[in-house]
């Protein structure tokens, strides 16, 4: 079968070649020899006019060419399966598939357990790729071809269809041996005159940290600024100034050893809500299917 010229017969060798950068592995996944995978190669680098897979040591890697069109190539396939009303067989127990996602370093400290815990129980074979959220994630039209799901705060418009993950509430973290720090307590006056470490996520975000000090007419005395929430608790440890993070986070640093205190905010409850988001043809794929299944239950055990 053609369309405009080219056999899409070569569509799912193409997928399956650049998914595994190795000929002979793409072979086994689809049951042809290595000289039939291997030919298909060398139509699909003739039609792309690209090496597609060029030698690194014993290996291969993807060119540039190669690594930009890999999910639009998972793309199509979704969607001829989806109108086709194919699905590739998919499972758990023997699949080796890897599977892409993007998500905050404070996402990481907290999802990374529980979720990698449950899919290696059940599929020992299969691989997590964990890459940084960055700040484009939202405006970007590639990100969910690029990555199985994202995960990041509900209610900030990122693309495609979302579900819940956990909720957190955002508390004060302090360095025990602060002056201010009276009864395990800080004041609206001592945020108000304390140094601050806040975390950034890019341009023209506002955070609910920052709408709650707003609200609360506090101007913040910014010391330090970093991206991102984990290397608050890190930069804070044996200085006077204060950090706002969620309480998952705070946790993890805080403690009876610890030279870190946990404060309840004196701004009120301010609660960040986590989510993951995907694209809506992911559903066609029992493999993603999966995947979402053990992300929603492991959103049971963090709720």
């Known amino acids: 079968m053609a369309l405009g010229g080219t056999d899409l017969n070569l569509l799912l060798p193409l997928k399956v070649l650049l998914e595994e950068g190795n000929v002979t592995r793409a072979g086994q996944r689809l049951n042809l020899s290595q000289p039939a995978m291997s030919a298909a190669l060398a139509r699909l680098r003739r039609r792309f006019d690209d090496e597609l897979l060029v030698r690194a040591g014993r290996d291969y890697e993807l060119t540039p060419f190669a690594r930009d069109l890999l999910p639009e190539v998972q793309h ?5 399966g989806r109108a086709l ?53 939202r ?19 990122f693309p495609g269809e979302s579900r819940p993950l956990w909720r957190d509430r955002m508390v004060v973290v302090v360095d025990r041996r602060n002056a201010r720090l009276v009864d395990g307590a800080l004041t609206l006056a001592d945020l108000a005159e304390l140094p601050h470490a806040v975390a950034a996520f890019g341009p023209g975000i506002l955070t609910p940290v920052d709408r709650a ?22 930069v804070i440890r044996g200085t006077d100034m204060v950090a706002v993070v969620p309480e998952k986070l705070a946790r993890i640093h805080a403690g009876p050893e ?46």
Request: hydrophobic content about 50%.
């Open 76 to 80: 199509a396939v979704r969607l001829m």
């Open 85 to 137: 009303d194919l699905e590739e067989p998919f499972d758990p127990s023997t699949s080796d598939r890897c599977f892409r996602l993007s998500m905050s370093d404070y996402a990481i400290a907290v999802l990374h357990e529980p979720l990698v815990r449950r899919i290696s129980a059940a599929a020992p074979g299969i691989r997590l790729i964990i890459e940084h959220l960055g700040p484009d994630a």
């Open 139 to 157: 405006s970007s039209d590639r990100v969910l071809l690029d990555f199985d799901a994202l995960v990041a705060p509900l209610g900030f418009g």
């Open 213 to 234: 000090f707003g609200e609360a007419g506090i101007d913040r005395r910014i010391m330090l600024q970093v991206f991102g929430f984990l290397p608050l608790p890190f």
């Open 258 to 303: 610890s030279d870190l205190v946990v404060v309840e905010p004196p701004f009120g409850e301010v609660v960040l809500a986590e989510g993951y988001w995907f694209a809506a043809d992911r559903l066609s794929d029992p493999a993603h299917r999966w995947l979402f299944d053990r992300l929603d239950e492991t959103a049971s055990e963090l709720g």
